[in-house]
C-alpha cells in the first residue's frame, strides 16, 4: 500500500518521528509563545506583583485548557472514525454534535470556575493585591472558554479530515493576534493586565474562527442533529472525552499543588515559577507534540502486527526525545543569563531561572519519556494507562518529594521535588511501555491495577 494511512509502515523510523514532531510542534508552538509574549511584556512593566498575578491565574486557566484538549480529543476521534467508516453524513452529524456539546459543557465549566475565582485562588496560594490582580486578569479570559473549545476541536476535526496545515494556520493567527495586540493594549492604551486579558480573548476568538471557516468551506459544513440525535452523540462523546479529562486534568493538579508550594517564598518566588512555566513548553515544544506525533507512527505499525518495528518505533522516539533534550538544554545554559535579563528577573526569581536552564532542564527527558509512553498506551489499546501514569506523577510522586525539596532547600527545592516526580514515574512509564509492546499488546489491565483497572477495562471495551 502507498496510501498516506500507511506511509509509516515503511521508511526510516527516525525519520518519520522527526518529520511528525517537527510539523505537529508549529501550531502548538503558537499557542504556547501567546503565553509566553505575555509574560514578557507584563514583565517589562517591572512591577512583580503582575508577573506572580499571571503565574496564578496560568494555573486556573490550565485547568480549563486541560478540559478543552479532552474534548478535541473525543470530536477528532469520532470524526475521524465515521470518515474512515465512509459515513460522510455521519461525520458531519459528529461535527456538529461535538462542537454543541463542547460550547455547552465548556460555558458550564466556565461559569463554574468563574464564580469559584476567589477560593481558587485562595486554595493554590494567591493573596492581596495579587489575588485580586490575578482575579481582574481571569474575569476576563476565563468566559472566552466555549471559544477555546470550539478552536481546538475544530483543530482537531480538521486533523480528523486529513488537513493539519489548516489547523495549524488556525493556532498560528490567534498567535499573531495576541502578538500584535499586547504592546497596543496593555503598553499603549496602558491596560496592563486588563489589556493581556483582552488580548488572549480576542486571540481565542481567531481560533475559533479560523478553524470553523474551513470546515463549513470545504468539508461539507455541519449537519445538525436531532435532539435525540445529540443525546446519543453525547454518550459516544463523554466515553472518550472522560479518560482523556482525566488524563489532562492530571498535570493542572500537579502544578498547583507547586504554585502553592511555591508562594510560601513570596511573589519572586511565584513570578520565577511562573517564567519558568511559560519557557519550558516553548524551549521543548517539539516534546510536548511527541505524543500526537509518535502515536499514528506506532498505531499504523501495530495494526499491521509488526510488533519489532513497533518496538524500534518507540525506541527511536525515546531517542530523538534525548537529542532535543540535550541539544536545547545546551542552549538554555548558554543563554540563562540573557533569558533572565529579558524578563527583568532578580534575586529568586533569577535563580530559579538559573536553576531551570542547566540541570532541571536536563530532567525533562523522562517528562518527553512519558509523552511517548502515553501515545504507546492509547495506540496499544491501553488509554487508562495514561491517566494512571499521569495522576501516579502529579499526586503519588508529586506531593511528597515537592514538600520535602521545599522544606529542605526552599524555592528552588520546589522545582527539584517536581523535576524527580518525573523521574520516577518517566521510568515507570517507560518500563510498562515497553512489557506491552513486548506482550504484542495484550497486557491486561487487571493484572497492573487490580479491581479499579478491570472497571475502567470494562468501560473502555464497552465503547
Not at 496560568?58 to 474512515?84: D, E, W, Y
Not at 525506541?315 to 540563562?336: D, H, K, N, P, Q
Request: charged share 10%.
Amino acid at each position: 500500500m502507498n496510501d498516506a494511512r500507511a506511509k509509516f509502515l515503511t521508511g526510516s523510523l527516525f525519520r518519520h518521528v522527526t518529520v511528525m514532531s517537527l510539523t505537529a510542534s508549529v501550531g502548538l508552538m503558537s499557542l504556547f509563545l501567546v503565553d509566553f509574549v505575555d509574560m514578557l511584556f507584563i514583565a517589562m512593566l517591572g512591577k512583580a506583583e503582575l508577573a506572580a498575578a499571571i503565574g496564578y491565574g496560568g494555573t486556573i486557566l490550565f485547568f480549563t485548557t486541560s478540559f478543552g484538549i479532552g474534548m478535541s480529543i473525543a470530536a477528532g476521534a469520532l470524526v475521524a472514525r465515521a470518515l474512515g467508516a465512509g459515513d460522510r453524513d455521519l461525520a458531519q452529524k459528529r461535527t456538529a454534535s461535538s462542537l454543541i456539546l463542547g460550547a455547552l459543557f465548556g460555558a458550564g465549566f466556565a461559569g463554574v470556575v468563574w464564580w469559584n475565582l476567589d477560593p481558587l485562588l485562595a486554595l493554590i496560594g494567591a493573596s492581596a493585591e495579587t489575588k485580586r490582580l490575578a482575579m481582574q486578569y481571569l474575569q476576563i479570559v476565563v468566559p472566552s472558554l466555549p471559544f477555546l473549545m470550539i478552536g481546538m476541536m475544530g483543530g482537531a476535526i480538521l486533523r480528523a479530515h486529513a488537513d493539519a496545515r489548516r489547523a495549524m494556520m488556525a493556532t498560528i493567527y490567534g498567535g499573531l493576534v495576541n502578538a500584535a495586540l499586547d504592546p497596543v493594549l496593555i503598553f499603549g492604551l496602558g491596560l496592563e493586565l486588563r489589556g493581556a486579558a483582552i488580548a488572549s480573548v480576542l486571540a481565542r476568538l481567531t481560533i475559533a474562527t479560523a478553524a470553523m471557516l474551513p470546515i463549513m468551506r470545504h468539508y461539507g459544513g455541519i449537519l445538525w442533529p436531532s435532539a435525540l440525535g445529540l443525546i446519543k452523540d453525547t454518550r459516544h462523546v463523554l466515553a472518550i472525552a472522560v479518560p482523556a479529562i482525566l488524563t489532562q486534568l492530571a498535570t493542572p493538579v500537579g502544578l498547583a499543588f507547586v504554585t502553592r508550594s511555591m508562594a510560601q517564598f513570596g511573589e519572586d518566588a511565584v513570578a520565577g515559577m511562573a517564567i519558568v512555566g511559560r519557557l519550558s513548553p516553548v524551549a521543548f515544544g517539539v516534546i510536548f507534540a511527541l505524543s500526537g506525533a509518535v502515536g499514528p507512527i506506532i498505531g499504523q505499525n501495530f495494526g499491521a502486527g509488526d510488533h519489532a518495528r513497533v518496538r524500534r518505533g518507540y525506541l527511536s522516539a525515546l531517542w530523538f526525545t534525548a537529542i532535543v533534550i540535550v541539544t536545547v538544554s545546551a542552549a538554555l545554559y548558554l543563554l540563562r543569563a540573557p533569558i533572565a535579563d529579558l524578563f527583568g528577573a532578580t534575586g529568586l526569581a533569577r535563580d530559579l531561572i538559573f536553576l531551570f536552564c542547566g540541570p532541571l532542564s536536563l530532567m525533562f527527558f523522562f517528562t518527553g519519556a512519558m509523552f511517548v509512553s502515553n501515545a504507546a498506551f492509547n495506540n496499544l489499546g491501553h488509554p487508562f494507562y495514561s491517566t494512571f501514569t499521569n495522576w501516579g506523577r502529579n499526586t503519588v510522586a508529586l506531593v511528597p518529594l515537592v514538600w520535602a525539596g521545599g522544606a529542605l532547600f526552599g524555592a528552588p527545592g520546589v522545582l527539584v521535588g517536581q523535576s524527580l516526580a518525573g523521574i520516577v514515574f518517566g521510568l515507570w512509564a517507560m518500563w510498562l511501555a515497553q512489557r506491552i509492546i513486548a506482550q504484542g499488546g495484550r497486557v491486561a489491565p487487571e493484572s497492573e491495577f487490580g479491581r479499579q483497572g478491570r472497571l475502567l477495562a470494562l468501560l473502555h471495551l464497552r465503547r
